[in-house]
């Protein structure tokens, strides 16, 4: 693939995240604010669409979805090029670790019991949970270009540095900084 289509696609694909993470970011705040709704059933919808999506990614079925789009296809097959059986293994990671989120927010939904709801808030959440969507922006947008650039700088397989231990670390920090992040958010609605 020509390096001009690549960036190209690339650029297609960052657009299609953040206009994604957008989206559902600003209907997860719409929810929170102005429909009073349990917080436990938040967290198990959260839980049962993360389980679901890792379920499927497991099984290739998100994959074969992501093959019917244009610019998905091309990307993929370039992956898969420059990958090889190492392509196999990351989509399973990332399946796991959807699996691993799902289960998060399914304890979450345990933990929060049924008598607290969302709705109403106090104004001061507001620009924490905005803060919170503008470091899960970042945080992906991180992951997918360091992905990205890793993959297409490559020539042969024997350069790839990460996929092992050193992609472990940076998910592993990122995640529990999440998870202490909505296990303090929760402290702060249940005490407050």
Known sequence: MEWKELRRLRKIEFIVLNIFTAVTG??????????PVQMSIVFMIAALGFMIHGALRFRGKI?????????????IRHEQKKLGARWERMRKGEAKGNLIGGSLFALYALITG?????????????????IFLLAAVLAANAFRFRHAEEVDRVMYL??????????????????????????????????S
Do not use: C, H, W
Not at 26 to 35: H, N, Q, S
Not at 64 to 75: C, Q, T
Not at 120 to 128: A, H, K, S
């Open 26 to 35: 600003g209907a997860l705040m719409t929810v929170i604010f102005f429909v």
């Open 114 to 130: 049924t008598t607290l709801t969302f709705g109403n808030q106090d104004l001061l959440f507001l620009p924490i949970l905005s």
């Open 63 to 75: 994959t074969f979805l992501e093959k019917r789009i244009p610019y998905k296809r091309k990307l």
């Open 158 to 191: 024997g350069e790839f540095r990460s996929y092992g231990g050193e992609t472990a670390a940076p998910g592993l920090i990122t995640g529990l900084l999440i998870t202490g992040f909505v296990i303090r958010t929760s402290f702060y609605l249940i005490f």
